[in-house]
Protein backbone atom coordinates (compact mmCIF):
# COMPACT_ATOMS: atom_id res chain seq x y z
CA UNK A 1 0.00 0.00 0.00
CA UNK A 2 0.95 3.62 0.23
CA UNK A 3 3.52 4.36 2.50
CA UNK A 4 4.70 7.90 3.99
CA UNK A 5 8.06 6.94 6.12
CA UNK A 6 9.40 9.69 8.09
CA UNK A 7 13.60 9.94 9.86
CA UNK A 8 15.04 9.90 11.98
CA UNK A 9 11.69 8.29 14.79
CA UNK A 10 13.55 10.78 17.32
CA UNK A 11 16.37 13.40 17.63
CA UNK A 12 17.55 15.51 20.44
CA UNK A 13 19.16 18.93 19.75
CA UNK A 14 20.54 21.92 22.12
CA UNK A 15 19.20 25.10 21.66
CA UNK A 16 20.79 27.03 18.43
CA UNK A 17 21.17 23.98 17.00
CA UNK A 18 20.04 22.77 13.24
CA UNK A 19 18.30 20.04 12.14
CA UNK A 20 16.83 18.36 8.95
CA UNK A 21 14.30 15.73 8.92
CA UNK A 22 13.27 13.29 5.94
CA UNK A 23 9.60 12.22 4.57
CA UNK A 24 9.87 9.80 1.95
CA UNK A 25 6.55 8.59 0.11
CA UNK A 26 5.60 6.05 -1.91
CA UNK A 27 4.12 7.39 -5.25
CA UNK A 28 3.32 10.86 -6.36
CA UNK A 29 1.62 12.98 -4.33
CA UNK A 30 -1.15 15.77 -5.09
CA UNK A 31 -0.57 17.14 -1.98
CA UNK A 32 1.89 17.16 1.10
CA UNK A 33 1.86 18.79 4.50
CA UNK A 34 4.27 19.31 7.41
CA UNK A 35 2.58 19.56 11.02
CA UNK A 36 4.02 20.08 14.35
CA UNK A 37 2.29 18.56 17.26
CA UNK A 38 3.04 20.29 20.29
CA UNK A 39 3.20 18.55 23.57
CA UNK A 40 -0.47 19.73 24.22
CA UNK A 41 -0.86 17.57 21.47
CA UNK A 42 -2.78 20.58 18.85
CA UNK A 43 -1.82 19.78 15.64
CA UNK A 44 -0.08 23.28 14.06
CA UNK A 45 0.24 23.55 10.29
CA UNK A 46 3.55 24.36 8.98
CA UNK A 47 3.21 23.84 5.40
CA UNK A 48 1.42 23.12 2.71
CA UNK A 49 3.88 22.15 -0.07
CA UNK A 50 3.23 19.27 -2.54
CA UNK A 51 5.92 20.76 -4.52
CA UNK A 52 9.12 23.43 -4.64
CA UNK A 53 10.42 25.39 -1.54
CA UNK A 54 8.93 27.49 1.05
CA UNK A 55 10.28 29.51 4.20
CA UNK A 56 8.33 30.40 7.39
CA UNK A 57 10.89 32.40 9.61
CA UNK A 58 13.05 29.46 10.99
CA UNK A 59 11.64 26.82 9.13
CA UNK A 60 11.63 25.95 5.63
CA UNK A 61 10.60 22.78 3.14
CA UNK A 62 11.37 22.02 0.22
CA UNK A 63 9.91 18.52 -1.86
CA UNK A 64 11.17 17.11 -4.53
CA UNK A 65 8.11 15.33 -6.13
CA UNK A 66 9.66 13.86 -8.96
CA UNK A 67 12.13 12.02 -6.42
CA UNK A 68 9.55 11.47 -3.93
CA UNK A 69 10.56 13.02 -0.76
CA UNK A 70 10.30 15.58 1.40
CA UNK A 71 12.77 17.75 3.84
CA UNK A 72 12.18 20.18 6.78
CA UNK A 73 14.63 22.46 7.68
CA UNK A 74 14.55 23.61 11.44
CA UNK A 75 17.48 26.63 12.25
CA UNK A 76 18.78 27.70 15.27
CA UNK A 77 16.08 25.54 17.97
CA UNK A 78 14.40 26.73 20.52
CA UNK A 79 12.66 24.65 22.95
CA UNK A 80 9.37 25.71 21.96
CA UNK A 81 10.15 23.64 18.96
CA UNK A 82 9.97 20.60 21.09
CA UNK A 83 7.09 18.00 20.41
CA UNK A 84 6.48 16.03 16.98
CA UNK A 85 6.87 16.50 13.41
CA UNK A 86 4.42 14.88 11.14
CA UNK A 87 4.95 14.74 7.01
CA UNK A 88 1.14 13.43 5.65
CA UNK A 89 0.45 13.04 1.73
CA UNK A 90 -2.41 12.67 -0.08
CA UNK A 91 -2.77 10.85 -3.69
CA UNK A 92 -5.85 11.26 -4.69
CA UNK A 93 -9.36 13.66 -5.72
CA UNK A 94 -10.78 12.81 -1.88
CA UNK A 95 -8.01 14.85 -0.24
CA UNK A 96 -6.85 11.81 1.99
CA UNK A 97 -3.90 12.17 4.15
CA UNK A 98 -1.74 9.47 5.36
CA UNK A 99 0.10 10.52 7.65
CA UNK A 100 4.31 9.55 8.18
CA UNK A 101 4.93 7.89 11.85
CA UNK A 102 6.45 11.24 13.02
CA UNK A 103 10.04 12.69 14.36
CA UNK A 104 10.14 13.09 17.76
CA UNK A 105 11.95 16.48 18.40
CA UNK A 106 13.48 17.29 21.78
CA UNK A 107 15.37 20.56 22.10
CA UNK A 108 17.45 21.06 25.33
CA UNK A 109 18.03 24.86 26.86
CA UNK B 1 -12.71 32.74 12.48
CA UNK B 2 -12.99 30.47 14.85
CA UNK B 3 -11.37 27.37 12.33
CA UNK B 4 -12.45 24.18 13.00
CA UNK B 5 -13.68 23.69 16.31
CA UNK B 6 -14.53 20.28 18.28
CA UNK B 7 -16.78 19.43 21.36
CA UNK B 8 -16.12 17.71 23.82
CA UNK B 9 -12.52 18.24 24.58
CA UNK B 10 -12.23 15.20 27.18
CA UNK B 11 -14.46 12.09 27.01
CA UNK B 12 -14.65 8.97 29.27
CA UNK B 13 -17.09 5.96 28.43
CA UNK B 14 -17.95 2.41 29.77
CA UNK B 15 -17.87 -0.03 27.20
CA UNK B 16 -20.93 -0.26 25.59
CA UNK B 17 -22.18 3.40 26.04
CA UNK B 18 -22.51 5.40 22.75
CA UNK B 19 -21.56 8.83 22.38
CA UNK B 20 -21.47 11.71 19.52
CA UNK B 21 -18.09 13.71 18.53
CA UNK B 22 -19.07 16.99 17.90
CA UNK B 23 -17.32 19.23 14.73
CA UNK B 24 -17.69 22.11 13.10
CA UNK B 25 -16.20 24.74 11.06
CA UNK B 26 -16.58 28.21 9.46
CA UNK B 27 -14.21 28.60 6.69
CA UNK B 28 -16.94 27.29 4.26
CA UNK B 29 -14.43 24.30 3.04
CA UNK B 30 -16.42 21.15 1.22
CA UNK B 31 -14.44 18.87 2.30
CA UNK B 32 -14.10 17.25 6.08
CA UNK B 33 -12.69 14.46 7.78
CA UNK B 34 -12.38 12.19 11.05
CA UNK B 35 -8.94 11.07 12.26
CA UNK B 36 -7.89 8.67 15.40
CA UNK B 37 -4.56 9.14 17.36
CA UNK B 38 -3.29 6.48 18.88
CA UNK B 39 -0.29 7.10 21.30
CA UNK B 40 2.87 7.17 19.62
CA UNK B 41 1.22 6.50 15.67
CA UNK B 42 0.46 8.86 13.20
CA UNK B 43 -2.88 9.69 12.39
CA UNK B 44 -5.29 7.32 10.64
CA UNK B 45 -8.91 8.24 8.38
CA UNK B 46 -11.88 7.16 9.85
CA UNK B 47 -14.37 8.74 7.53
CA UNK B 48 -14.52 11.71 4.84
CA UNK B 49 -17.24 14.13 3.36
CA UNK B 50 -16.78 15.82 0.04
CA UNK B 51 -20.17 18.06 0.66
CA UNK B 52 -23.83 17.96 2.65
CA UNK B 53 -25.11 14.51 2.07
CA UNK B 54 -22.03 12.77 0.89
CA UNK B 55 -19.87 10.04 3.09
CA UNK B 56 -17.25 7.63 2.37
CA UNK B 57 -15.38 5.19 4.90
CA UNK B 58 -11.56 6.01 5.41
CA UNK B 59 -8.63 3.32 6.73
CA UNK B 60 -10.44 2.19 10.29
CA UNK B 61 -14.51 2.97 9.88
CA UNK B 62 -15.59 -0.14 11.92
CA UNK B 63 -17.35 0.81 14.92
CA UNK B 64 -18.16 4.71 13.81
CA UNK B 65 -21.06 6.74 12.05
CA UNK B 66 -21.20 9.81 10.54
CA UNK B 67 -23.73 11.96 8.96
CA UNK B 68 -23.60 15.32 7.15
CA UNK B 69 -26.43 17.46 6.53
CA UNK B 70 -25.01 21.07 6.81
CA UNK B 71 -21.37 21.98 4.98
CA UNK B 72 -20.17 23.33 8.77
CA UNK B 73 -21.24 20.47 11.09
CA UNK B 74 -19.74 16.72 10.69
CA UNK B 75 -19.98 14.75 14.19
CA UNK B 76 -19.17 11.31 14.24
CA UNK B 77 -20.94 8.93 16.27
CA UNK B 78 -19.54 5.74 18.15
CA UNK B 79 -22.20 2.65 19.10
CA UNK B 80 -21.48 0.20 21.22
CA UNK B 81 -17.95 1.53 22.58
CA UNK B 82 -15.13 -0.73 23.05
CA UNK B 83 -11.29 -0.71 24.66
CA UNK B 84 -9.75 -0.04 21.52
CA UNK B 85 -11.81 2.83 20.42
CA UNK B 86 -9.22 4.39 23.35
CA UNK B 87 -7.79 7.60 21.52
CA UNK B 88 -7.20 11.05 20.24
CA UNK B 89 -9.89 12.22 17.75
CA UNK B 90 -9.13 14.67 15.13
CA UNK B 91 -11.71 16.37 12.72
CA UNK B 92 -10.02 18.37 9.70
CA UNK B 93 -11.60 20.42 6.79
CA UNK B 94 -10.25 21.45 3.40
CA UNK B 95 -11.02 23.10 -0.26
CA UNK B 96 -10.82 20.15 -2.84
CA UNK B 97 -7.27 19.31 -2.56
CA UNK B 98 -6.16 21.72 -0.74
CA UNK B 99 -4.63 22.28 2.94
CA UNK B 100 -6.22 20.52 5.47
CA UNK B 101 -7.06 22.86 8.80
CA UNK B 102 -6.94 20.23 12.10
CA UNK B 103 -9.59 20.94 15.21
CA UNK B 104 -8.32 20.65 18.49
CA UNK B 105 -9.00 17.20 18.92
CA UNK B 106 -10.95 15.15 21.55
CA UNK B 107 -9.57 12.42 24.00
CA UNK B 108 -11.47 9.64 24.48
CA UNK B 109 -11.09 6.59 27.26
CA UNK B 110 -13.45 3.32 26.96
CA UNK B 111 -13.51 1.86 30.14
Known amino acids: GIQVEQSPPDLILQEGANSTLRCNFS?????LQWFHQNPWGQLINLFY???GTKQNGRLSATTVATERYSLLYISSSQTTDSGVYFC???????????FGQGTELSVKP | NAGVTQTPKFRILKIGQSMTLQCTQD?????MYWYRQDPGMGLKLIYY???????DKGEVPNGYNVSRSTTEDFPLRLELAAPSQTSVYFC??????????FGPGTRLTVL
Open chain 2, 92 to 101: ASSYPGGEQF
Open chain 1, 27 to 31: DSVNN
Open chain 1, 49 to 51: IPS
Open chain 1, 88 to 98: AAVYNQGGKLI
Open chain 2, 27 to 31: MNHNY
Open chain 2, 49 to 55: SVGAGIT
